[in-house]
């Protein structure tokens, strides 16, 4: 089992930029796919960015491709969402989400992800 702690949210202006954290507990990260999802107020959860155990396969979501990053260090157990170029649309909870696997993949899907962190405030004025 492993624990996700997020951090780094915050109140930016439009065109600012911002990186989340999170941290996971225990010491087999490595064996983990990583993901970054988003809540926005009244909406559903989605799917913003992915990356797979070994970092060197990601995936982004069409609407922050070219603006956000997805990264990695498994020497310190955590993972990172670079957010630069921030519009208000970005507003949002943000959470890091885990799963095990042997694959190097990334995952996209919601359900496939079995750990998740408390999410981070993201909220970006106009």
């Known amino acids: 089992q492993v624990r996700l702690v997020e951090s780094g949210g915050g109140l930016v202006h439009t065109g600012a930029s911002l990186r989340l954290s999170c941290a996971a507990s225990?010491?087999?990260?490595?064996?983990?796919?990583m993901g970054w999802f988003r809540q926005a107020p009244g909406k559903e959860r989605e799917f913003v960015a992915a990356?797979?155990?070994?970092?060197?396969?990601?995936y982004y979501v069409d609407s922050v491709k070219g603006r956000f990053t997805i990264s990695r260090d498994n020497a310190k157990n955590t993972v990172y969402l670079q957010m630069n170029s921030l519009k208000p649309e970005d507003t949002a909870d943000y959470y890091c989400?885990?799963?095990?696997?042997?694959?190097?993949?990334?995952?996209?899907?919601?359900?496939?992800?079995?750990?998740w962190g408390q999410g981070t405030q993201v909220t970006v004025s106009s």
């Open positions: 989400a885990a799963k095990p696997t042997s694959s190097a993949f990334y995952f996209t899907s919601i359900s496939t992800y079995d750990y």
């Open positions: 225990g010491r087999t990260f490595s064996t983990y796919a």
């Open positions: 990356i797979g155990r070994t970092g060197l396969s990601t």
